[in-house]
């Protein structure tokens, strides 16, 4: 119901359901011409950025938080379980000392600050893995909507930031010029770092070496990003 509700009115294309099994246990998409978007394949990096904020924020104006709620979309549900993580990283022992700190105050913080923050309809996972671009017609589709929620914006914009870290001025800047809202980078920090973190506990935990350097790698940027 909400991806009929929404469609037409985003600057990207985003699917349709055409099959819902009868358990309701799971759906099919329409298919998405093109293929799966990587960072070096975007010829245009600053107007992939724009047409990203653009596409959040005309989400977040798709409809009322009430309506939204009215469909059955939620608050984000797995904050808990990201700071479960967060501590379990901690008690590891892995991090050196700054990051040590910054794991704490994340984990003293995070919950905090995000209930101060105004809270806007999110796709819930719009990192590049689920954006598709076409080519032929020089078209995006974004997709996999399941994790769709409400929460502040700066939980959606980390994932952006984390994949083009390079652009995250004109990410925030640019977010202000068309929303008129500043993005709060104390909050995008915690969110960027409580991710991070989660993956990396993950990670730790499946004994997955490679996985844990990258996400090792992942947290001193924004450990520069607090400063």
Same mark, same amino acid.
């Given at each position: ?26 759906? #099919?998409?329409?298919? /998405? ?24 924020? /005309?989400?977040?104006? @798709?409809?009322?938080?009430?309506? /939204? ?76 909507? @399941? ?63 490679? #996985? ?14 607090? #400063?």
């Amino acid at each position: 119901k909400f991806l009929e509700k929404i469609e037409g009115t985003l600057p990207v294309k985003s699917p349709s359901i055409k099959y819902v099994a009868k358990d309701e246990s799971y759906y #099919g998409y329409s298919f /998405a011409n093109g293929k799966q978007v990587s960072y070096a394949e975007i010829v245009n990096k600053e107007v992939f950025v724009k047409l990203w904020i653009d596409t959040a924020i /005309a989400l977040s104006n @798709s409809m009322s938080l009430e309506d /939204a709620m009215k469909m059955g979309v939620e608050q984000v549900s797995f904050n808990e379980y990201r700071l479960k993580r967060v501590k379990q990283v901690i008690d590891s022992k892995i991090l050196d000392d700054k990051l040590h700190e910054l794991a704490e105050y994340t984990l003293q913080n995070y919950l905090i600050v995000w209930g101060r923050a105004p809270k806007f309809i999110l796709h819930g996972d719009p990192g590049l893995g689920n954006w598709v671009y076409d080519k032929s017609s020089n078209t995006y589709t974004l997709i996999d909507w @399941s994790d769709i929620c409400l929460g502040p914006q700066e939980f959606q914009v980390y994932r952006l930031v984390n994949d083009m870290p390079e652009y995250i001025d004109l990410i925030i800047r640019y977010y202000f010029e068309r929303a008129g809202i500043e993005i709060n980078r104390e909050l995008l920090f915690l969110c960027g770092n409580a991710s991070i973190l989660s993956m990396l506990g993950a990670f730790l935990e499946r004994g997955d070496t490679k #996985g844990v350097q990258v996400k090792m790698k992942q947290l001193k940027f924004w450990k520069a990003l607090q #400063g």
